[in-house]
């Protein structure tokens, strides 16, 4: 029973260098989103995909683009890393349902030097 | 977005209740109260949600006012695996079910 599983776990990259996070679900779910969770601070949305084929910016989408390869996976993409983003990442996923919850993987830590 | 206010920290003893507290006095009719926890920089856990109702499940109690502008999450027996930082979310009822974080309650179970 895996639920969303993310890689990688760790990756330190240096200023400029690309890097894509990986998220995959495997509930069905339709609906799948990317956070950032600064130390000491809540997490903030960067994007999300409603349903497969559409994504939407979040609360802080500047320097990231995203894909919704498919309805299991949904990509994040760093093209040029700076410091100010390293942090935590998480991949979340929900069904169709605007009252139903999220479900969470364990999080990508990246630092950026 | 409704905004919540929940406080910093608290504490309990092993084996007691822990209630954990939120406003939200500018919550909408049509949005859901939900609560999450998140141990140690795992990833978030979903706990409870509801409405207006109070709600029970096999992890907590969620007791809405009837006013609706306050909620307080009930851990009927904490024990030390539910210390943790504790989020209070008034869903945003828009396209995406976006979920809004604070910076949560940190609950220290006390042994």
């Keep these: 029973n895996a639920g969303v599983t993310q890689t990688p776990k760790f990756q330190v990259l240096k200023t400029g260098q690309s890097m894509t996070l990986q998220c995959a679900q495997d509930m069905n779910h339709n609906s799948m989103y990317w956070y950032r969770q600064d130390p000491g601070m809540g997490l903030r949305l960067i994007y999300y995909s409603a349903s497969e084929g559409t994504t939407d910016k979040g609360e802080v989408p500047n320097g990231y683009n995203v894909s919704r390869l498919n309805k299991r996976e949904f990509s994040l993409r760093l093209e040029s890393a700076a410091p100010s983003q390293t942090s935590v990442y998480f991949c979340a996923s929900s069904p169709y349902s605007s009252n139903q919850p999220q479900h969470f993987g364990d999080g990508t830590r990246l630092s950026i030097l | ?111």
């Design chain 2, 1 to 111: 977005d409704a905004k919540t206010t929940q406080p910093t920290s608290m504490d309990c003893a092993e084996g007691r209740a822990a209630n954990l507290p939120c406003n939200h006095s500018t919550i909408s009719g049509n949005e859901y109260v939900y609560w999450y926890r998140q141990i140690h920089s795992q990833g978030p856990q979903y706990i409870i949600h509801g409405l207006k109702n109070n709600e029970t499940n096999e992890m907590a109690s969620l007791i809405i006012t009837e006013d609706r502008k306050s909620s307080t999450l009930i851990l009927p027996h904490a024990t030390l695996r539910d210390t943790a930082v504790y989020y209070c979310i008034v869903r945003v009822r828009s396209s995406g079910d976006k979920l809004t974080f604070g910076t949560g309650t940190r609950l220290a179970v006390r042994p």
